[in-house]
């Protein structure tokens, strides 16, 4: 779960037959001359008569036997409409999938895997169609997407009362960073597992109150995860909700774990960014702005710390081979897939849900499709998500795409036909 944010074409039939551009050419010739037409009939007239003999002597002829349509035959986009959906947060507007931008130029098998990942908690009304899913995991893009036409209906998401939204996409990733399994001289930052008793929807102590507390202190004493070299870094982690880490073990070994979201204290999330902008210390708010000041500040670094009030506790979790190709569980329960899985705010669009994304920005020019399976507490309103980018360190693209996503957007929920 991402605690907060960081900042078709149809292919038509060929024609019936080949034979009829050869017959075509026949008739018209090169040019069109109608003097060619006596000796066409006397050609024809041979031919019939040929024919007729033909089928005196030979066997008898029938019809074909009519085919069943191919699978993953294409469907018209012709169909009645169905009424508009009311969704809580938002309005769902039916649409044709004609004006969906893009549709039928995105590489959908890159989505799949997300979305059988999906189906492992499939939404509410969807989990008939995930045994077509799976299957459907090795057909051609074409058969994907003409089932997606045939099962799916595409509606507009709109504002509550109907009106076109002012949507934003922005992004979060899963940070890579090395820490240590104990206090070192250089790794004096913790990582918490919650505390006994911490009850969700009710606050607890706050982030200066842990950093100065001896009761705090005391209540946190022994549920260290691990130990990070920069505070910065462990509030970007719990900013992100989950990470990696590279952690080196007290014989000497390193082992990479992940920690993932177990709670926060219940205070209000509070953006040190901002704090930074409204104190005319920093002209943006961007994480290199405000590691460049607190290098050049230290003596406020706390100052800038508490101003978020909000702490998260993590819990660690093995890596596997299998687990490390996909990121973490979001709030569907399902892990995540770059590039593939959203944060939404569930009132406006359940999770499990294939939603068709267009934004055109600085940053990115996509159309395409992805599940919603994540959500964050920044993640409010009907045309709202944020794009998990993947996992990575301060130079990777899953950093550098998150840290600057912030662009308008346009969303399509699909949601299954009624039989």
Request: include cysteine.
């Amino acid at each position: 779960m991402v605690h907060q944010t960081m900042n078709t074409k149809i292919t038509n039939a060929p024609s019936a037959s080949s034979n009829n551009k050869i017959m075509g050419s026949v008739l018209n010739g090169k040019s069109g001359n109608p003097t060619h037409w006596p000796g066409l009939c006397r050609y024809m007239a041979l031919l019939i008569v040929g024919s007729l003999g033909a089928c005196a002597t030979g066997p008898e002829s029938y019809p074909p036997e009519p085919q069943p349509p191919a699978v993953g035959a294409p469907v018209l986009d012709n169909q009645a409409l169905p009424p508009p959906l009311q969704r809580g947060a938002s309005l769902w507007t039916p649409v044709r999938w004609a004006e969906l931008p893009g549709w039928g130029q995105d590489s959908l098998h890159e989505a799949w895997n997300a979305w059988v990942r999906g189906c492992e908690r499939p939404a509410p009304g969807q989990a008939a169609l995930c045994a077509d899913v799976r299957k459907l995991s090795i057909a051609t893009a074409q058969e994907q997407q003409n089932w997606i036409v045939r099962s799916y209906q595409p509606y507009r998401v709109n504002e509550a009362n109907g009106s076109e939204p002012t949507g934003l996409l922005t992004g979060y990733y899963e940070p890579i960073l090395n820490a240590s399994r104990v206090p070192t001289a250089s790794h004096r930052t913790p990582l918490y597992a919650p505390p006994a008793g911490l009850r969700a929807g009710q606050a607890w102590y706050s982030r200066q109150e842990i950093d100065t507390l001896p009761a705090a202190q005391a209540a946190l004493k022994g549920r260290e995860v691990a130990w990070l070299a920069d505070p910065i870094d462990a509030l970007i982690l719990q900013i992100q909700g989950s990470g990696r880490l590279n952690l080196a073990e007290p014989d000497g070994r390193q082992t990479q774990v992940r920690v993932a979201f177990a709670g926060h204290n219940g205070h209000t999330y509070q953006s040190v960014g901002r704090w930074l902008l409204d104190q005319r210390a920093v002209r943006e708010a961007s994480w290199d702005a405000i590691k460049a000041w607190a290098a050049q500040n230290p003596q406020r670094l706390n100052e800038m710390l508490w101003s978020n009030p909000r702490t998260v506790f993590f819990r660690e979790e093995k890596l596997s081979e299998l687990d490390a190709r996909f990121g973490p569980r979001g709030a569907q329960g399902v892990p995540l897939t770059p590039g593939r899985s959203i944060a939404v705010d569930p009132k406006s669009i359940p999770y499990g849900t294939p939603v068709w994304l267009a934004t055109q920005g600085p940053t990115l020019n996509q159309q395409k499709l992805v599940l919603a399976q994540d959500t964050g507490g920044a993640i409010v309103g009907a045309a709202r998500a944020d794009l998990f980018t993947g996992w990575g360190g301060w130079t990777d693209e899953a950093y550098t795409v998150a840290a600057a996503l912030k662009q308008p957007l346009q969303m399509w929920v699909l949601w299954p036909r009624k039989p």
